[in-house]
């Protein structure tokens, strides 16, 4: 049974669904250099067994890149992809959002960090709203900038971060 839309993934993206406001952006920024990802939202076909889908996918792809946060160290959907990744000897990136610690069968592997394009500046006083988020690609001219950053310097180091990951 065929569960994919395309055949031939190079790269599996792993990730909890609460961080899919970060994830997708990202994702479809990589995708700009190589569209043989799998994501689960774009890459099942309706009608199929997600998680007959999901494993097809991880034994057949080349790297896992597992986007790690607080929600992804809460997913057990998650615990399940990188345990059957490591299981087959994928080539594994650990890839930081946020500073949840990775757990030991992870923390030996070198992983990238993409903390700072997800922290927010320190603060003092009164709440805060980050006005940082990560460009769509449908709607990149509606950045809003923080951090003294212009639409260039965002632009750059995704790309930089997201090439080290490929």
Same mark, same amino acid.
């Given at each position: 049974?065929?569960? #994919?839309?395309?055949?031939?993934?190079? %790269?599996? $993206?792993?990730?909890?669904?609460?961080?899919?406001?970060?994830? @997708?952006?990202?994702?479809?920024? $990589?995708?700009?250099?190589?569209?043989? $990802?799998?994501?689960?939202?774009?890459? %099942?076909?309706? *009608?199929?067994?997600?998680?007959? !889908? &999901? +494993? =097809?996918? &991880?034994?057949?792809?080349? +790297?896992?890149?597992?986007?790690?946060?607080?929600?992804?160290a809460n997913s057990s959907n998650v615990a399940e992809e990188?345990?059957? /990744?490591?299981?087959?000897?994928?080539?594994?990136?650990? +890839?930081?959002?946020?500073?949840?610690?990775?757990?030991?069968?992870?923390?030996? &592997?070198?992983?990238?960090?993409?903390?700072?394009?997800?922290?927010?500046?320190?603060?003092?006083?009164?709440?805060?709203?980050?006005?940082?988020? @990560?460009?769509?690609?449908?709607? #990149?001219?509606?950045?809003?900038? !923080?951090? *003294?950053?212009?639409?260039? =310097?965002? /632009?750059?180091?995704?790309?930089?971060?997201?090439?080290? $990951?490929?």
């Amino acid at each position: 049974m065929k569960f #994919f839309k395309k055949k031939g993934y190079k %790269i599996f $993206i792993s990730y909890s669904w609460q961080d899919s406001d970060k994830i @997708i952006p990202l994702v479809d920024l $990589i995708k700009l250099n190589d569209p043989r $990802i799998f994501r689960d939202k774009d890459s %099942i076909k309706p *009608g199929s067994l997600w998680k007959d !889908a &999901i +494993t =097809d996918a &991880i034994e057949k792809c080349k +790297t896992f890149v597992l986007f790690w946060s607080k929600n992804s160290a809460n997913s057990s959907n998650v615990a399940e992809e990188y345990t059957k /990744a490591l299981k087959l000897n994928k080539v594994v990136v650990p +890839t930081l959002l946020d500073d949840t610690q990775l757990p030991p069968v992870l923390a030996e &592997i070198q992983y990238r960090d993409l903390r700072s394009l997800f922290s927010q500046p320190k603060h003092s006083g009164g709440p805060y709203r980050s006005t940082f988020k @990560i460009p769509s690609l449908l709607d #990149f001219h509606s950045l809003e900038y !923080a951090r *003294g950053l212009d639409e260039l =310097d965002v /632009a750059s180091e995704l790309v930089r971060q997201l090439e080290q $990951i490929l």
